[in-house]
C-alpha cells in the first residue's frame, strides 16, 4: 500500500522472554532497533521500568546512547524518563549529553509514575508526585536545554544547554494532559495499557492549549497515542502469538513478574478463571491483533476517531522473530518510505 498515512513510532522496554540471557535482550533490542530504522519508522522510544524481571529498561539514556550507535536516521526518545526518580539537572545532562555526542536525533518524553514498586521507588529517591512540584521540574529542563542560561544559584547543564532536545509529556490519565497543554508540550498518551480515560484526557489537552506559553514546543495539540500491535499471517496464528502479551498482563496485574512466556493454546487452561479478566481481550481498545490489512484497517479507524498525529505502537511476542516479523509486516501494509529522511 502508498496511502500517506500519520507516522508510525515504536516503543521497547528491552523484554526478557523466558531462558534467554540478559545480555541477549538488549541485543535482540539492538537488532530491532536497525530494522525499524531501515523500515521507515519515525521514532523508536525506550520506558523506564525498574526492579523488574520481565523489562531491561531501567537506564533508558544507557540504552538510547547504544541504539544511537547501531541506528542511522531514527528518532531515538524515552517513553519516557519517570521523572520523580531523577533530579531535572540530571535528566538535562544525560539528554543533553546523547544530542551532543549523536546530533539532533533525540526526544525527552517525560512522565510522572514511579516506572516500578513503592520499595524501588524509595530507592530511587522518589520525588513528589504533585501535579505543581512535576511542571516546575519540566519548566526546569526545558529551560536547562534551552538558550544557555542557569536557575538560580547559575546552575546549568553542561553539556546540555543550547541543545534544545524536543520534550514531550506523557501519560494515562488527565493528569499529564493538564501539564501538556499548560505548558505547550505535544502530548503522548498511554492508551496501550491504559486505555480508560483517553477520550477525558484528550479533550482536556486540546481545550485547555497554550501555544503562547513561554515553554511551548509546538503551534497547536499535537497527539500520539499508544497501541498493541501483533500482525501475523492468520488471525488464528496472531491470536496464539499475542497470548505471551495476555500471560505478561496477568502476571504484572497479580505481582508474579518473570520473563515472557511462549505462547499458549488457551489462556484457560494455564490461568485460573478468576484472573482472566486480567488478560484483556487480543482485539480489545488500543490492542490490534490479526494479519496486515485488518490490524490497519482498524488501527485507521482508531487514529481518525481520536484525531491522532502519530502511532507509538509496542509488540511483546516470545520468540523475537515473530517480533520483528510484525513491526515489517506493519511498515509495509501502513505504506512507510523506507528511504525517507526523518
Do not use: K
Request: glycine share 8%.
Amino acid at each position: 500500500m502508498s496511502t500517506l498515512r500519520i507516522p508510525l513510532s515504536a516503543l521497547d522496554l528491552v523484554p526478557l522472554s523466558d531462558g534467554m540471557s540478559r545480555p541477549d535482550a538488549f541485543e535482540q533490542s539492538r537488532i530491532l532497533a536497525g530494522e525499524l530504522d531501515r523500515s521507515g519508522y519515525h521514532r523508536l522510544w525506550v520506558a523506564e521500568h525498574h526492579g523488574s524481571t520481565t523489562f531491561m529498561a531501567s537506564a533508558t539514556s544507557v540504552i538510547l546512547a547504544d541504539l544511537a550507535r547501531h541506528t542511522e536516521r531514527i528518532r531515538l526518545g524515552s517513553g519516557g524518563v519517570m521523572l520523580p526518580n531523577h533530579a531535572p539537572l540530571m535528566v538535562a545532562e544525560y539528554y543533553g549529553t546523547l544530542a551532543t555526542l549523536y546530533g539532533d536525533r533525540f526526544d525527552l518524553g517525560i512522565g510522572r509514575a514511579p516506572g516500578t514498586d513503592p520499595m524501588t521507588a524509595a530507592a530511587l529517591r522518589r520525588g513528589n508526585p504533585d501535579l505543581n512540584t512535576f511542571a516546575t521540574d519540566v519548566v526546569d529542563i526545558i529551560d536547562l536545554l534551552g538558550t544557555p542560561r542557569s536557575l538560580p544559584g547559575g546552575v546549568r547543564a553542561i553539556p546540555g544547554e543550547g541543545t534544545n532536545v524536543p520534550v514531550w509529556m506523557l501519560g494515562s490519565s488527565t493528569g499529564g494532559a493538564q501539564v501538556a497543554a499548560a505548558l505547550g508540550l505535544p502530548y503522548s498518551f498511554a492508551s496501550h495499557f491504559a486505555p480508560q480515560q483517553i477520550n477525558e484526557a484528550l479533550a482536556l489537552y486540546r481545550e485547555h492549549f497554550d501555544a503562547s506559553a513561554r515553554t511551548a514546543q509546538v503551534s497547536r495539540p499535537t497527539v500520539m497515542a499508544g497501541v498493541n500491535v501483533l500482525i501475523a499471517d492468520t488471525h488464528a496464528e496472531a491470536e496464539r502469538l499475542f497470548t505471551t502479551a495476555q500471560l505478561m498482563r496477568v502476571h504484572l496485574r497479580t505481582g508474579t513478574l518473570g520473563p515472557l512466556l511462549p505462547p499458549v493454546d488457551d489462556l484457560a487452561s494455564v490461568i485460573p478463571s478468576e484472573l482472566l479478566q486480567f488478560a484483556g481481550r487480543p482485539n480489545g481498545q488500543a490492542s490490534f491483533v490479526g494479519t496486515a490489512d485488518d490490524v490497519v484497517e482498524r488501527l485507521e479507524g482508531f487514529v481518525a476517531h481520536h484525531e491522532l498525529d502519530e502511532l507509538i505502537v509496542t509488540t511483546y511476542t516470545y520468540d523475537p522473530v515473530p517480533r520483528r516479523e510484525s513491526y515489517a509486516a506493519l511498515a509495509q501494509a501502513w505504506g512507510l518510505d523506507a528511504t525517507a529522511q526523518h
